[in-house]
């Protein structure tokens, strides 16, 4: 059985991670990729950054710490699953997936220069997603962009186990 793993902890775990990348703050679609992934293959390992901290006890370093280890787990032993969700809940101090945005390009130039196992997904809605798209047709002609959750994950699950 797959394990699904949040911030902060560190699990010792055996096979493929898919590393669910995608806008945390002003969306909420990690539970319903959860529960998919699960359900349609129960031994993979899910790696998410989605956590709701007790109050006081969110530490930004050790987040971003987390994120990178297990980025770098799924990039060697997985997949990276970018679901760029339509923003929900605005939030004036801070662009929209602003982090999302700065990884998918990391990840992209990752996946030319080596690679990897990427899977990406927008959702209609999601600002900025023409861009996205051009450029990934331009640059990574083989990754399919999916247009739905449900596509996303069933491509990641195509992805890590073919």
């Not at 969110?58 to 970018?82: C, H, P, S």
């Amino acid at each position: 059985m797959g394990q699904l793993i949040l911030p902060p902890f560190y699990l010792d775990i055996a096979g493929p991670v898919v590393f669910l990348a995608g806008p945390i703050q002003g969306a909420d679609w990690q539970h319903l990729a959860i529960e998919y992934l699960q359900k349609h293959s129960p031994k993979l390992n899910i790696a998410c950054p989605r956590r709701d901290y007790p109050k006081g006890e969110f530490i930004y370093e050790k987040q971003v710490d987390w994120e990178t280890y297990y980025l770098r787990y799924a990039e060697q032993n997985g997949a990276i699953m970018f679901w760029l969700a339509k923003e929900l809940v605005h939030s004036c101090d801070r662009a929209y997936a602003q982090t999302s945005r700065f990884e998918l390009a990391e990840w992209k130039v990752r996946y030319e220069r080596d690679k990897i196992k990427l899977i990406l997904g927008i959702e209609e809605g999601f600002s900025g997603s023409r861009y996205i798209r051009r450029r990934f047709s331009q640059d990574c002609p083989n990754i399919t962009i999916c247009n739905t959750l449900e596509e996303t994950c069933k491509q990641a699950i195509k992805e890590i186990f073919n």
